[in-house]
């Protein structure tokens, strides 16, 4: 069982559409959380950071993270064909990053 | 654009050749990393360095040798590297050590690195 485990789309959805992208993991020490968005032929870029379970909103983006059944959402609202891109949750414990194996997600107009 | 900046975007070398990657950023950060991404799959950690010194080398072949000469570079050396070594290569930093903080990576756009 991989440490990260994230559904890997790809997913289609509507311009406008609320976009839920999720990940689950099995160490409990997993402390810290991530949310990058890598665009073709870019380097990852951060997005969202959160270390303690609950929801944390930025602008469209809404990280949520559920540490008793240690789960992470990132809910997109009004999604914009700008957002399409891979999503990739992280989550670090002690030293290393873990990743999940990324979903990647087209907005159609 | 990103606040690390990696040269070249591209290279295409031969198994035989010897180049560099070169990673900076000036936002003060400690801590240095290099990964590896294949297509489609997430990034692979290489090396990580705190204060400017080794402190996690992923079991890489010894074809990739990782330099840092000061807090705002960091260095890949590739020699005598093999096909499946084609990826993109990232380098990303962070404000503390990973051991001792918790401040989030922030990556370049990498070095799309093809061997012939």
């Known amino acids: 069982q991989k440490e990260v485990e994230q559904d890997p789309g790809p997913l289609s959805v509507p311009e406008g559409a609320i976009v839920s992208l999720n990940c689950t993991y099995s160490?409990?020490?997993?402390?810290?959380f991530m949310w990058y968005r890598q665009y073709s032929r870019k380097g990852p870029e951060l997005l969202m950071y959160t270390y303690s379970s609950g929801n944390k909103e930025d602008g469209r983006f809404t990280a949520q993270v559920d540490k008793s059944s240690k789960y992470i959402s990132l809910f997109i609202r009004d999604s914009q064909p700008s957002d399409s891109a891979t999503y990739l949750c992280?989550?670090?414990?002690?030293?290393?990053?873990?990743f999940g194996t990324g979903t990647r997600l087209t907005i159609i107009p | 654009d990103t606040e690390v900046t990696q040269t070249p975007k591209h290279l295409v070398m031969g198994m035989t050749n010897k180049k560099s990657l070169k990673c900076e950023q000036h936002m003060g950060h400690r801590a240095m990393y290099w990964y590896k991404q294949k297509a489609k799959k997430p990034p692979e950690l290489m090396f990580v360095?705190?204060?400017?010194?080794?402190?996690i080398n992923e079991s890489v072949p010894s074809r990739f040798s990782p330099e840092c000469p000061n807090s705002s570079l960091l260095n890949l050396h590739l020699h005598a590297l093999q096909p499946e070594d084609s990826a993109l290569y990232l380098c990303?930093?962070?404000?503390?050590?990973?051991?001792?903080?918790?401040?989030?990576?922030?990556f370049g756009d990498g070095t799309r690195l093809s061997i012939l």
């Open positions: 160490n409990s020490a997993f402390q810290y």
């Open positions: 992280a989550t670090k414990g002690n030293e290393k990053l873990t």
């Open positions: 990303a930093s962070s404000q503390e050590s990973p051991a001792y903080g918790n401040q989030p990576q922030h």
């Open positions: 360095y705190s204060y400017e010194k080794l402190s």
